[in-house]
């Protein structure tokens, strides 16, 4: 079965370090997402993205974050400078469509740890 | 804002028993989805129901959902003990977001 491949499994930085996470959606689909999970706490919403470009953020995706598809199956999140605060699991998910009524297929998720 | 929350926060039980998961939300909704997070891992996706749907079956899963009332249930039937995860339920609103609102999550262990 089709799934959402994400890279590094795991990545320990230091606070002011930028760091880049990796993740390939599943082929066919169009949408894709970064959500994150502070430890014991929800999973939150940071960022959509459709036909090269943001479709929707939250107030979390500031500044120093951003989103990029450098080729047809990448897509990647950069964190320009790494707070203490930004430390928790980062998923990638994917879909067919957008909007409403689509199944959103999420990866096994990067542990981010600033230190 | 749109807010999901679950009960039980945790739930205990002995395999082979059936295990009932509630999901409330606060606006009017498109699509409830049903994930599950084994501790540290990704979010498996379980069943989606659509707001016109009222109940859907997927193996020993059964979601309800009443739009009335706001709110869904999860049931597990005849559990085991590879069923031991957090559960959550997320919601995508009609305001024309992408974004999905994810419940507090149901942590369920499956004693053997």
């Known amino acids: 079965e089709p799934e959402v491949t994400q890279t590094p499994s795991h990545q320990v930085t230091q606070m002011g370090q930028e760091v880049i996470l990796r993740c390939v959606p599943i082929?066919?689909?169009?949408?894709f997402y970064w959500y994150r999970q502070i430890l014991g706490q929800k999973v939150e919403f940071l960022v959509s993205?459709?036909?090269?470009?943001?479709?929707?953020k939250s107030e979390i995706f500031d500044d120093q974050f951003s989103v990029e598809r450098p080729d047809g199956s990448n897509f990647t999140l950069k964190i320009r400078s790494t707070k203490l605060e930004d430390s928790a699991m980062y998923f990638c998910?994917?879909?067919?469509?957008?909007?409403?009524?689509?199944?959103?297929?999420f990866g096994e998720g990067s542990w981010l740890t600033v230190v | 804002s749109q807010q999901g929350e679950e009960d039980p926060q945790a739930l205990s039980i002995q395999e082979g028993e059936n295990a009932t998961m509630n999901c409330s939300y606060k606006t009017s909704i498109n699509n409830l989805q049903w994930y599950r997070q084994n501790s540290g891992r990704g979010l498996v996706h379980l069943i989606l129901i659509r707001s016109n749907e009222r109940e859907k079956h997927s193996g020993r899963l059964r979601v309800t959902l009443d739009t009335s009332k706001k709110s869904s249930s999860l049931l597990i039937t005849a559990s085991r003990a590879a069923d031991t995860a957090s559960y959550f339920c997320a919601t995508d609103a009609v305001d024309n977001t992408d974004k999905l609102i994810f419940g507090t999550g149901t942590r369920l262990q499956v004693f053997p």
């Open positions: 998910a994917s879909s067919v469509r957008g909007r409403s009524g689509n199944t959103i297929y």
């Open positions: 993205f459709y036909n090269n470009e943001i479709s929707e």
């Open positions: 082929s066919n689909h169009l949408y």
